[in-house]
Each structure stands twice: as structure tokens, then as C-alpha cells.
């Protein structure tokens, strides 16, 4: 079974910065899709950023100029860096896999992001 292990997340002032992390039990190369999605108070999952194989890296319209995600393979980690950070960004952020190969999905436990003054 494979663990997806978020952290990074906290309260932060507007216009501030986080990086989240996800810390994967197994390496990064057995994913076909990597990805960030957040979950707002009342409201659906929502993807933010997420980078595949066959598509590239695709961010949301909300995060597009402020968030990037990376990933490290050495680490078997994948991050979303989120700057000039807004009081709508506060959600609870999971990070997400897809197995190569098949349609197997995994999810982090998630961690909450409060941007407020």
C-alpha cells in the first residue's frame, strides 16, 4: 500500500508563502500523475496543480503565476510552492498519485492552508 505523507501546511498573512510537501513510501518514477488538489469549507475538490507523463504540468486558474509544483526524485517527494498567497486559498490541501499502468489512485491525509491577517 502506498503512503502519501503531507506537511507544510499553517497559518500564514496574506501576500505570504508556504511549500507543501508530499513524501511518497515508494519512488516517483511508478506514478503516471502526480498532483495537488484543496478542499474549501462547503465546497468540491478542486485540482491545483498536478504534472503527468503524457500532459505536462497543468495548474487551475487560481494558482496560475503563483503556485509551482516540483518534485524530487532522490527524495521520492513532490511539492506545490504557493506565493503571493490570498484568504481564498485557505483549504485543506491534499496531494494525490496515480499508479503507472493502471487507474489505482492515492491520497494524502491532507493539511490545512488558513491564509488570513
Known amino acids: 500500500q502506498v503512503q502519501l505523507v503531507e506537511s507544510g501546511g499553517g497559518l500564514v498573512q496574506p501576500g505570504g508563502s508556504l511549500r507543501l510537501s508530499c513524501a511518497a513510501s515508494r519512488s516517483l518514477s511508478s506514478f503516471a500523475v502526480m498532483g495537488w488538489y484543496r478542499q474549501a469549507p462547503g465546497k468540491e475538490r478542486d485540482m491545483v496543480a498536478r504534472?503527468?507523463?503524457?500532459?505536462?504540468?497543468k495548474y487551475a486558474d487560481s494558482g496560475k503565476g503563483r503556485f509551482t509544483i516540483s518534485t524530487d526524485m532522490a527524495k521520492n517527494t513532490f511539492y506545490l510552492q504557493m506565493n503571493s498567497l490570498k484568504s481564498e486559498d485557505t483549504a485543506v490541501y491534499y496531494c494525490?498519485?496515480?499508479?503507472?499502468?493502471?487507474?489505482?489512485?492515492?491520497w494524502g491525509q491532507g493539511t490545512q492552508v488558513t491564509v488570513s491577517s
Open positions: 494525490n498519485a496515480e499508479d503507472l499502468g493502471s487507474t489505482t489512485t492515492y
Open positions: 504534472v503527468s507523463l503524457g500532459s505536462g504540468i
